[in-house]
């Protein structure tokens, strides 16, 4: 099982199609990097939002750190709020 997985968000933005994929990708792996491209605009309070768009419809179990133009996002065995 592989640790970490990619997907990258261009110029359409945080889709639920997107939102989607990131699901999926739990399925195999324990942490997931969100890669801002620069047609996504790549603005930091956008990034906050989108990553607690993807929290929200994750669940509890789920954390995520933004560095740089990435969001980390870590999946753990219990809720962490």
């Given amino acids: 099982m592989q640790l970490v997985s990619s997907v990258q968000i261009g110029k359409n933005g945080l889709t ?31 990034m ?9 419809e994750l669940g509890n179990n789920y954390t995520y750190r933004i560095v740089g133009f990435a969001i980390f996002i870590k999946k753990w065995r219990r809720p962490m709020r």
């Fill in 16 to 46: 639920d199609n997107t939102i989607e994929t990131i699901k999926t990708h739990f399925k195999n792996h324990q942490n997931v990097k969100v890669g801002f491209l620069k047609g996504s605009g790549r603005d930091s309070k956008t």
């Fill in 48 to 56: 906050k939002k989108d990553a607690e768009k993807i929290l929200n």
